[in-house]
T-cell receptor, first 111, second 115 residues
Framework: SQQGEEDPQALSIQEGENATMNCSYKTSINNLQWYRQNSGRGLVHLILIRSNEREKHSGRLRVTLDTSKKSSSLLITASRAADTASYFCATDATGAQKLVFGQGTRLTINP | DVKVTQSSRYLVKRTGEKVFLECVQDMDHENMFWYRQDPGLGLRLIYF???????EKGDIPEGYSVSREKKERFSLILESASTNQTSMYLCASSFTGLAYNSPLHFGNGTRLTVT
């Protein structure tokens, strides 16, 4: 079964608005990563947040992690058309030497 | 920047053929991975390797094998291609150490169609 699950499955907003995507997972983790995938391409790493961190920023991206709720959120501020992509969270399971990906959130930014 | 190169963007093969998907990375990464991506199922790990000549099964290894003879190259082999192996195949690599502790660098994928 999937370790991480994103919510919503699809999100459509106007350019300039903020976009928030959520990820829930089942077992304790060492870290959580977020990736972006443009249509028909490979995934690109965005942010890695460790289990002892609560918030992390990178440019217009803000990631939070709540280990008590086993959830994370990715906020993209001041969205642009170029942000249109699918976004995935990936987690490890303690003791497992691999990342497991969720099914992703498909984000569409309307001009 | 790390570059992960997959040899083909699109591939069409017939049922029963032996298929080789090649992946090369240029950053001396120790860990390499093969995933397949299908609509509604997300990314699923097929095999991974944390060193030359080492391999570990992922979640869906059936029907696949891998080869890692050199550090920079990780090959995925479909021994006898079947239509249910039609998918997008993604190769990735990461720096040394525990696989989940560093970012994965992905290639652009190979879209394989088996007819």
């Amino acid at each position: 079964s999937q370790q991480g699950e994103e919510d919503p499955q699809a999100l459509s907003i106007q350019e300039g608005e903020n976009a928030t995507m959520n990820c829930s997972y089942k077992t304790s983790i060492n870290n959580l990563q977020w990736y972006r995938q443009n249509s028909g391409r490979g995934l690109v790493h965005l942010i890695l947040i460790r289990s002892n961190e609560r918030e992390k920023h990178s440019g217009r991206l803000r990631v939070t992690l709540d280990t008590s709720k086993k959830s994370s959120s990715l906020l993209i501020t001041a969205s642009r058309a170029a942000d249109t992509a699918s976004y995935f969270c990936a987690t490890d399971a303690t003791g497992a030497q691999k990342l497991v990906f969720g099914q992703g959130t498909r984000l569409t930014i309307n001009p | 920047d790390v570059k992960v190169t997959q040899s083909s963007r699109y591939l069409v093969k017939r049922t029963g053929e032996k298929v080789f998907l090649e992946c090369v990375q240029d950053m001396d990464h120790e860990n390499m991975f093969w995933y397949r991506q299908d609509p509604g199922l997300g990314l699923r790990l097929i095999y991974f390797s944390y060193d030359v000549k080492m391999k570990e099964k992922g979640d869906i290894p059936e029907g696949y094998s891998v080869s890692r003879e050199k550090k920079e190259r990780f090959s995925l082999i479909l021994e006898s291609a079947s239509t249910n192996q039609t998918s997008m195949y993604l190769c990735a690599s990461s720096f040394t150490g525990l696989a989940y502790n560093s970012p994965l660098h992905f290639g652009n994928g190979t879209r394989l169609t088996v007819t």
